[in-house]
């Protein structure tokens, strides 16, 4: 069996490293640098709480090789299962929090209800004015700039070839597969993985699949290295889009949230932070942590993610095209994902069925 994965993220690497682990002969293609979309621009946040339920097995799964991540990729990806913080500000947001924790618990994820001594015991210096917090304990965070390469190098080391900086001139569909030529060689093989993250409606359209996705950046910045304080990654449960953050080993706080995504043009997809909206950013981050009221903020950035309309990603084989699969699409939540899209996607590719459910994701939703 052998298959091209179109696309070098976080998505498109896992697949080709679980797809190369099953015995699958992989190409991996990637126009530009391997993990250099949105991967690379993450957040890093590795949460399963407020995901949308659905999502919640795959999460699970992903959560399990987030946990043998170094083991299965030789090298420390950073990742620090330090839990997930989330804070709550007023009456409405703890009812919904707690509905959440209810259905949630029949997905396996167990979110403790923290009160604001607990909160402030376990926390000093965090949600001074907080009424409650829900506290994840197995979640935490990993550096979004080492996971893609880390797959990549791994899956070559399977076996995989991994071909990066190959602009790709043509797809198509032949008797016995798929066809894709590039700047740098003309490859070939029955089956093909869409995984261009925001660019993957592009690939679907060339099969007669269209999928209502946008590209939008969300801005992040960090501060400079400040004396390490903060162990969970931090968030807030509201209707609005709340600040969050996190400290990593080295003493920076990067945070993102709580203004508006920014517009960013598919082609050439390259993502600018609106520096007017730090302001608003920087008072919502400081509801979180007073105490970093007089940092020094010393980098902005954004990248460019495929929003898909009913903010569900698109994943599973093709509803035209047989021996064509999609993973793309994760809408800013892909990066705890991850791992658990490229085992999920190997499985189903390889063995032919998946057994985590994948059906609410099918891009066979929007064909009507
Ligand atoms: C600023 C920001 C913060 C985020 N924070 C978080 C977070 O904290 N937690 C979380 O869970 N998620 C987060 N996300 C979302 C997460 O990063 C993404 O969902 C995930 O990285 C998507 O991975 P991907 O492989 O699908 O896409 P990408 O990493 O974008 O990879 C797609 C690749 O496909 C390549 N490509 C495109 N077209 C072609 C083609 N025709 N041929 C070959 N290659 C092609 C691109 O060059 C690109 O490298 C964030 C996203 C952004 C932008």
Excluded at 38 to 46: D, Q
Aim: hydrophobic share 45%; net charge negative.
């Amino acid at each position: 069996m052998d298959a091209i994965v179109l696309g070098g993220g976080l998505m498109g690497t896992a697949s080709a490293y679980f797809l190369t682990r099953r015995g699958v002969r992989v190409t991996l293609i990637e126009r530009a640098r391997i993990g250099a979309g949105a991967t690379v621009a993450s957040f890093g946040n590795i949460r399963r709480s407020g995901r949308h339920l659905s999502q919640l097995p795959l999460a699970a799964r992903s959560l399990a090789l987030w946990n043998e991540a170094e083991t299965l990729l030789g090298r420390d990806v950073e990742f620090q299962p330090t839990g997930h913080l989330r804070l709550i500000f007023d009456a409405d947001s703890l009812e919904d929090m707690r509905s959440y924790a209810q259905a949630a618990q029949a997905e396996g994820l167990v979110l403790d209800e923290l009160d604001p001594a607990e909160l402030h015991a376990r926390f000093p210096g965090i949600g001074p004015d907080a009424i409650a917090a829900s506290f994840s304990p197995r979640d935490g965070s990993a550096n979004p700039r080492l996971i893609g390469p880390a797959f990549a190098d791994a899956a070559a080391r399977a076996g995989a070839s991994v071909i990066d900086e190959a602009p790709v001139s043509d797809i198509r569909r032949t008797g016995t597969g798929f066809t894709v030529e590039t700047a740098k060689g003309t490859f070939h093989a029955a089956h093909l993985l869409n995984c261009a993250g925001a660019w993957g409606r592009a690939i679907a359209a060339r099969f007669g699949e269209d999928v209502p996705l946008e590209t939008w950046g969300p801005q992040m910045a960090v501060t400079e290295p400040l004396p390490h304080r903060i162990a969970p990654v931090v968030g807030v449960w509201s209707q609005a889009h709340g600040a969050y953050l996190r400290q990593v080993e080295r003493g920076n706080v990067v945070f993102g949230g709580a203004v508006d995504r920014v517009r960013v043009a598919e082609e050439p997809g390259y993502a600018r932070p609106d520096p007017a909206r730090l302001p608003a950013q920087v008072a919502a981050v400081l509801k979180l942590v007073p105490a970093l009221a007089d940092v020094a903020i010393i980098r902005q950035w954004s990248g460019c993610e495929g929003y898909v309309a009913d903010a569900l990603p698109v994943m599973g084989p093709s509803g035209t095209t047989p021996g064509l699969f999609h993973a793309f699409g994760f809408c800013g939540h892909g990066f705890q994902l991850g791992p658990g899209v490229g085992s999920a996607m190997a499985e189903l590719i390889a063995a032919g069925q998946c057994e985590t459910p994948l059906e609410d994701f099918s891009i066979t939703r929007f064909a009507a």
